[in-house]
């Protein structure tokens, strides 16, 4: 998975199409894409690989990267679900 960021709709736009042609030009079928309308947060399947492409507001709101986070140590996470050793 890649995430990025683009400084405009125009640039996240941009970077989607360029991201599309090189891709295609891999020789990498077929290549689907969402979100190319708005530019707000734009999606690349290609198949191995997805990327997302978004404007800073929106990847700050998605924060894409929680989910990569640690989870809290196992003492915490026993305590907060009630459970008993």
Known sequence: MV????????HVGAMAEHLREKIK???VK???V???AQCDWVLI?????????FRSEV???YQLERLWTAPPAAADSDAQVGLTL
């Open 34 to 36: 969402e979100g190319a």
């Open 45 to 53: 399947d290609a198949g191995d690989i997805i990327i997302h492409l």
């Open 3 to 10: 995430i990025a960021t683009g400084t405009s709709q125009r």
């Open 30 to 32: 077929p290549v689907a």
């Open 59 to 61: 990847r700050a709101f």
């Open 25 to 27: 030009g891999s020789g």
